[in-house]
């Protein structure tokens, strides 16, 4: 089984993968030698560690060069947050993750909006791209921003329904896996699971549940996205701190 086909045969609907997502090269060994199955970058992640903002910043050549770096320290199957797609066009979006594909990416996550905007893309439009994307091979979880903002006392049974229609497109254009990130609603999350024809992605966060919690609601993949990043960067901080202010309480 080739590490595509291997990836997405992690994504088990009740047993959910968790990527405990990595930057670079030395973290991506860090978690790997930790007992991680697959290795996973957060984009916000990145683009912070190289001094870039999130939002399709970090040049693609520099997303890549991350991604060659990643696949040098580690056999294990890996994928990468390449945002929209890094392409105005459905074209350009084959075209660079053709290259991510080329290099051995194992998968790829993109978003159904572009870099900056709050609005999502028309259904048709987003599957489209997504179509692109797919149609080199690699395994796409394909992203929505439904409830980007939202808060659960906003969500109602309409916001569901958007979700599998998208969830339906999408799988229909050829990705693998649906990631709905931002929510934290169990019985929402649980309708999602139970009617999604794609194996559904969620991100951890404080309070969103554990990974037996999750996996009992019919989750896939726990994604941990720019936490780890965020967290090592304030232990890094903490420690200097120490250092320079030694006498601080």
Not at 32 to 44: Q, R, V
Request: with cysteine; glycine share 10%.
């Amino acid at each position: 089984m080739d590490k595509i086909a291997a990836f997405t045969a992690l994504h088990v609907p009740g047993d959910p993968l968790v990527l405990y997502n990595i930057w670079d090269a030395g973290s991506a060994r860090a978690v790997a030698e930790a007992g991680a199955k697959a290795i996973a970058t957060g984009s916000y992640g990145v683009a912070e560690a190289n001094g870039f903002k999130d939002g399709e910043t970090l040049p693609l050549d520099m997303v890549l060069e991350n991604l060659r770096r990643i696949l040098s320290v580690t056999d294990l199957p890996v994928t990468i947050d390449m945002e929209a797609g890094y392409g105005d066009t459905p074209a350009e979006v084959a075209a660079s993750v053709g290259r991510a594909f080329e290099l051995g990416a194992a998968g790829i996550n993109m978003e159904d909006r572009m870099p900056g905007e709050s609005e999502l893309l028309p259904v048709a439009q987003a599957a489209e791209r997504y179509a692109a994307a797919a149609g080199t091979g690699i395994h796409v979880n394909a992203r929505t921003d439904v409830y980007l903002g939202r808060r659960p006392e906003d969500y109602t049974p309409a916001l569901v329904d958007d979700v599998l229609a998208r969830a339906t497109a999408y799988a229909e254009a050829g990705a693998k896996s649906l990631f709905v990130p931002f929510l934290g609603d169990h019985p929402t999350v649980r309708a999602i699971c139970e009617s999604s024809p794609l194996p559904v992605n969620i991100l951890w966060a404080p309070g969103r549940g554990t990974t037996a919690e999750l996996a009992a609601l019919g989750v896939a993949r726990i994604s941990y996205g720019h936490g780890p990043w965020a967290a090592a960067m304030d232990w890094l901080k903490t420690q200097a701190e120490a250092v320079y202010h030694p006498h601080r309480s």
